[in-house]
């Protein structure tokens, strides 16, 4: 059974950091590239960070760029996000997450972990 378990959110002041941390189990990880997500309280899920599946190229959203960093650990099978100089608007629930693709390239299935609620406010 795939599993993806959330770990290390919490309340922190603005200017202060939290390190997010997912751990992965029923499945290769190795052999898949791995997201974050966050949702906000009335808005659309959006994508935070992405790591390819041997952690040589990430993706970042431009609101996070420069402060929260992705890695993974494919011995361990867990893929954090370390955020730093957290702002208000990043209060959100942060979801861990992979997709399975066809031969195409096209998403056959995706998995999401239950998320960890991130507070940032003074």
């Known amino acids: 059974e795939v599993q993806l378990v959330e770990s290390g959110g919490g309340l922190v002041q603005p200017g202060g950091s939290l390190r997010l941390s997912c751990a992965a189990s029923?499945?290769?990880?190795?052999?898949?590239?791995m997201r974050w997500y966050r949702q906000a309280p009335g808005k659309e899920r959006e994508l935070v960070a992405v790591?390819?599946?041997?952690?040589?190229?990430?993706h970042y959203a431009d609101s996070v760029k420069g402060r929260f960093t992705i890695s993974r650990d494919n011995n361990k099978n867990t893929v954090d996000l370390q955020m730093n100089s957290l702002k208000p608007e990043d209060t959100a629930v942060y979801y861990c997450?992979?997709?399975?693709?066809?031969?195409?390239?096209?998403?056959?299935?995706?998995?999401w972990g239950k998320g960890a609620q991130v507070t940032v406010s003074s």
């Open positions: 029923g499945f290769t990880f190795s052999n898949y590239h």
């Open positions: 790591i390819s599946s041997s952690a040589d190229n990430t």
């Open positions: 997450n992979f997709v399975i693709r066809d031969t195409l390239g096209a998403p056959k299935l995706e998995y």
